[in-house]
């Protein structure tokens, strides 16, 4: 069974720096895409950013450009989300998702559409202080 489990969420002052970890286990994702969202009440979960399979590729939400890192531990099944100069703006639950139902996306547009993803995490909240 695949289980997605996001951590290092949490509290932190604008303008700190927070890094998301995703541990995945049931099945290898060393060479799936990989990708980032959040979501606050009432509103359509946001592709944060999002790694195609061999992590050549990266893509970034628009609010995030040049704050965030999306990266891979192939070894350790994990995926991180390094969020810096935050924002109470960026105050969400995080979600990690994996796996694109398309196995072979051909826009980039694929990466940022949540019901793209076939796994999710159970999201971890992030709240930014003013």
């Known amino acids: 069974q695949v289980q997605l489990v996001e951590s290092g969420g949490g509290l932190v002052q604008a303008g700190g720096s927070l890094r998301l970890s995703c541990v995945a286990s049931g099945r290898s994702f060393r060479n799936y895409p990989m990708g980032w969202f959040r979501q606050a009440p009432g509103k359509e979960r946001e592709c944060v950013a999002a790694?195609?399979?061999?992590?050549?590729?990266?893509y970034y939400g628009d609010s995030v450009q040049g704050r965030a890192t999306i990266s891979r531990d192939g070894a350790a099944n994990t995926v991180y989300l390094q969020m810096n100069s935050l924002k109470p703006e960026d105050t969400d639950v995080y979600y990690c998702?994996?796996?694109?139902?398309?196995?072979?996306?051909?826009?980039?547009?694929?990466?940022?559409?949540?019901?793209?993803?076939?796994?999710w995490g159970q999201g971890t909240q992030v709240t930014v202080s003013s």
């Open positions: 790694m195609s399979w061999s992590a050549g590729n990266t």
């Open positions: 998702a994996a796996d694109l139902r398309d196995p072979l996306p051909s826009s980039p547009s694929i990466y940022y559409s949540a019901s793209q993803y076939r796994f």
